[in-house]
């Protein structure tokens, strides 16, 4: 039954330290130093992302209602909103049916110094005609040119007839924005 025995290969890849080294080893358990470690970790990780719930379809079909996503809150700090960039934001509260705390999320369209407006089903912005593939239909509605002010973005959501945005309530305050739509990672399949 020698094959039951510690072969001389495996008594030196043992004694290699390198290879004796485990995830766990890292973090020092079960010492107190692994368990600090390991809540340092875990207090930055929920400090730069957070997890979402969609709970609407006005982004659909881009994400639709149920969706779960991450949310990375970095990334504003270095660099300003870019276009098509998806962001969470505080609700604007001088809106009625939104609340101290609501946060939706949408799809930047324009910046500020953007002349943005919708004619004929087609959204423009600075008088181009954006080529949109994500939108799920053509807005049934027209806004009057807008202008972006400083410090402001204008946001859309890619459902465009079912989705209280910009549209309705104007550009938003970049100070609003709550971080910046990073991946799924669960969706409910279609039934």
Not at 14 to 33: D, E, H, L, R
Not at 114 to 143: C, R, S, W
Not at 174 to 185: D, Q, S, W
Request: net charge positive; with cysteine.
């Amino acid at each position: 039954m020698s094959f039951l025995r510690p072969s001389s290969m495996n008594q030196l890849l043992i004694t290699i330290n390198s290879v004796k080294w485990m995830p766990c080893m890292f973090f020092g358990f079960p010492n107190f130093q692994g368990i600090i470690r390991l809540v340092i970790m875990f207090l930055l990780w929920s400090t730069l992302t957070e997890m979402c719930h969609i709970s609407s379809s006005s982004m659909s079909p881009t994400l639709r209602a149920s969706d779960r996503i991450f949310v990375e809150k970095v990334s504003y700090f270095f660099r300003r909103p870019a276009l098509n960039d998806i962001v969470t934001f505080r609700a604007p509260l001088n809106q009625p049916g939104f609340r101290e705390g609501d946060v939706l999320i949408k799809r930047i369209v324009a910046r500020a110094g953007d002349l943005v407006e919708v004619h004929d089903g087609q959204l423009y912005v600075n008088m181009l005609a954006k080529k949109e593939d994500f939108v799920t239909e053509k807005p049934l509605y027209a806004i009057q040119p807008t202008y972006v002010p400083r410090g402001h973005v204008y946001v859309l959501g890619d459902n465009r007839n079912n989705s209280c945005d910009s549209h309705i309530w104007g550009p938003l305050p970049i100070k609003n924005i709550v971080g910046r739509y990073a991946m799924r990672f669960f969706r409910r399949p279609v039934i």
